[in-house]
């Protein structure tokens, strides 16, 4: 008896430890590059779990492209010492970050570079 009331809690202990790690997994995103993208910044997010920046591009052929870039959490970039305000709508910014496996516009955000030349970590 002492046994089963042992393992109940562990197997849903377990199984709620495997949920947090996958939705916190960057499988989506090429871990081993980087891309390199410049745009004028359309939305920010700052927001929890994960923070956004939508970015508009110039593609190759001259259309204009919005890319979603994924950061950590506004919690973590403020403990970061990020500043809310530091990436604004109509900004332009160089990014340095993890593509979308599937090569669609959309990245994990790792490196922003302002148009002062600052470039801050943001995940």
């Not at 199984?15 to 891309?35: E, I, N, P, Q, R």
Request: glycine share 8%.
């Amino acid at each position: 008896m002492q046994l089963k009331s042992l393992i109940i809690p562990l197997v849903v202990g377990q199984a709620l430890a495997f949920s947090a790690w996958a939705h916190h997994s960057h499988g989506a995103y090429a871990m081993t590059d980087y891309v390199e993208v410049e745009g004028t910044v359309t939305d920010v997010y700052w927001i929890n779990p994960h923070a956004w920046v939508y970015l508009d591009v110039i593609a190759e052929n001259g259309d204009t492209v919005n890319w979603a870039l994924e950061a950590a959490g506004a919690s973590t970039l403020i403990r970061a010492d990020i500043d809310p305000d530091g990436v604004k709508a109509g900004d332009r910014i160089h990014v340095k970050c993890h593509q979308l496996r599937d090569r669609s516009n959309g990245c994990l955000l790792g490196f922003v570079t302002n148009s002062d030349g600052a470039t801050i970590e943001w995940d």
